[in-house]
Protein backbone atom coordinates (compact mmCIF):
# COMPACT_ATOMS: atom_id res chain seq x y z
CA UNK A 1 0.00 0.00 0.00
CA UNK A 2 2.95 2.79 0.35
CA UNK A 3 3.81 4.38 -2.43
CA UNK A 4 6.88 6.34 -2.98
CA UNK A 5 7.44 8.23 -6.29
CA UNK A 6 10.87 10.15 -6.85
CA UNK A 7 11.35 13.18 -9.05
CA UNK A 8 13.70 15.56 -10.07
CA UNK A 9 17.18 13.94 -11.17
CA UNK A 10 18.87 14.78 -13.81
CA UNK A 11 22.60 16.25 -15.51
CA UNK A 12 23.59 18.92 -13.69
CA UNK A 13 27.30 20.65 -14.05
CA UNK A 14 29.43 20.20 -10.73
CA UNK A 15 28.41 23.38 -8.43
CA UNK A 16 24.82 23.10 -9.47
CA UNK A 17 21.38 22.88 -7.59
CA UNK A 18 19.36 20.33 -7.52
CA UNK A 19 15.90 19.64 -6.11
CA UNK A 20 14.91 15.97 -6.03
CA UNK A 21 11.01 15.18 -4.74
CA UNK A 22 9.25 12.67 -3.58
CA UNK A 23 5.76 12.12 -3.47
CA UNK A 24 4.13 9.07 -0.74
CA UNK A 25 0.58 7.82 -0.18
CA UNK A 26 -0.47 4.69 1.83
CA UNK A 27 0.59 6.17 4.89
CA UNK A 28 0.38 8.80 7.88
CA UNK A 29 2.66 11.29 6.13
CA UNK A 30 2.82 13.56 9.12
CA UNK A 31 3.78 10.91 11.57
CA UNK A 32 6.33 9.54 9.71
CA UNK A 33 10.22 9.41 9.42
CA UNK A 34 11.08 10.17 5.73
CA UNK A 35 14.57 10.05 4.33
CA UNK A 36 16.83 9.82 1.23
CA UNK A 37 19.59 7.16 0.82
CA UNK A 38 22.00 7.47 -2.32
CA UNK A 39 23.63 4.46 -4.08
CA UNK A 40 26.87 4.97 -6.72
CA UNK A 41 27.63 2.12 -8.87
CA UNK A 42 29.94 -0.54 -6.89
CA UNK A 43 29.56 0.95 -3.78
CA UNK A 44 27.02 0.63 -0.56
CA UNK A 45 23.42 2.42 -0.59
CA UNK A 46 24.28 5.14 1.78
CA UNK A 47 21.68 7.16 4.34
CA UNK A 48 22.31 11.18 2.81
CA UNK A 49 19.49 12.92 4.97
CA UNK A 50 16.48 11.94 7.17
CA UNK A 51 13.91 13.93 8.59
CA UNK A 52 11.34 12.98 11.83
CA UNK A 53 7.83 14.51 12.50
CA UNK A 54 8.71 16.76 15.04
CA UNK A 55 10.94 18.80 12.14
CA UNK A 56 14.43 17.40 13.31
CA UNK A 57 17.27 16.58 10.60
CA UNK A 58 20.50 14.65 9.82
CA UNK A 59 22.58 14.86 7.10
CA UNK A 60 25.66 12.68 6.68
CA UNK A 61 28.86 14.60 7.14
CA UNK A 62 29.81 14.27 3.31
CA UNK A 63 26.19 16.45 2.65
CA UNK A 64 26.32 19.08 5.57
CA UNK A 65 25.56 23.11 4.69
CA UNK A 66 24.97 21.46 1.16
CA UNK A 67 21.92 19.63 1.53
CA UNK A 68 18.92 20.22 3.12
CA UNK A 69 15.88 17.67 3.55
CA UNK A 70 12.21 19.63 4.02
CA UNK A 71 8.78 18.47 3.79
CA UNK A 72 5.57 19.34 2.80
CA UNK A 73 2.85 17.61 5.36
CA UNK A 74 0.06 19.05 2.70
CA UNK A 75 1.20 17.56 -0.03
CA UNK A 76 2.44 14.45 1.29
CA UNK A 77 5.71 15.38 -0.07
CA UNK A 78 9.26 15.22 1.45
CA UNK A 79 12.26 17.28 -0.98
CA UNK A 80 15.65 16.80 -1.38
CA UNK A 81 17.62 20.10 -1.91
CA UNK A 82 21.30 20.05 -3.12
CA UNK A 83 23.66 23.02 -3.71
CA UNK A 84 27.34 22.99 -4.51
CA UNK A 85 26.80 19.52 -6.41
CA UNK A 86 30.16 17.23 -6.64
CA UNK A 87 31.04 14.91 -9.03
CA UNK A 88 30.94 12.21 -6.17
CA UNK A 89 27.31 12.92 -5.36
CA UNK A 90 26.26 10.97 -8.70
CA UNK A 91 24.63 8.43 -7.69
CA UNK A 92 20.86 6.86 -7.23
CA UNK A 93 18.82 8.91 -4.77
CA UNK A 94 16.19 6.86 -2.50
CA UNK A 95 13.47 7.90 -1.01
CA UNK A 96 12.71 5.95 2.34
CA UNK A 97 9.64 5.50 4.51
CA UNK A 98 10.05 4.12 7.91
CA UNK A 99 6.82 2.52 8.79
CA UNK A 100 6.89 -0.93 10.37
CA UNK A 101 9.17 -2.10 7.42
CA UNK A 102 11.45 0.36 5.61
CA UNK A 103 9.54 1.55 1.98
CA UNK A 104 11.62 2.32 -0.88
CA UNK A 105 11.03 4.73 -3.95
CA UNK A 106 12.25 3.27 -7.46
CA UNK A 107 14.94 6.19 -7.18
CA UNK A 108 16.30 9.00 -9.38
CA UNK A 109 19.58 9.40 -10.97
CA UNK A 110 21.69 12.21 -10.01
CA UNK A 111 24.56 12.80 -12.72
CA UNK A 112 27.05 15.47 -11.88
CA UNK A 113 29.78 16.26 -14.41
CA UNK A 114 33.17 17.74 -14.00
Known amino acids: QVQLVESGGGLVQAGGPLRLSCAAS????????MGWFRQAPGKEREVVARIWSSGSTYYRDSVKDRFTIFRDNAKNTVYLQMNSLKPEDTAVYYC????????WGQGTQVTVSS
Open 96 to 103: NAVVLEHY
Open 26 to 33: GLTFGSTV
